[in-house]
């Protein structure tokens, strides 16, 4: 349970990254192509799309955990 709240929480606030703080994510994408591997191009290039999925599965997962 534990940890299906760990991702829910951290859906929701990479969700709100991609809505709000593009930046941050392109940030982070550098980072992670200069250190880890290469970011898929196309969920950087569609920040909204990504950002509303992350949140509502997010949302999700926390209402499964928490209402069933």
Do not use: Q
């Not at 992670?32 to 569609?46: A, F, G, K, P, W």
């Not at 799309?49 to 509502?56: D, K, N, Q």
Request: positive net charge.
């Amino acid at each position: 349970m534990a940890i299906l709240t760990g991702i829910g929480i951290f859906a929701i606030v990479f969700g709100f990254f991609f809505l709000f703080l593009p930046n941050v994510i392109s940030k982070m994408a550098e980072w992670s192509n200069r250190m880890i591997t290469r970011t898929d191009e196309l969920i950087v290039s569609r920040k909204k799309s990504a950002g509303i999925f992350l949140i509502l599965s997010g949302i999700f997962i926390l209402g499964m955990v928490y209402l069933s």
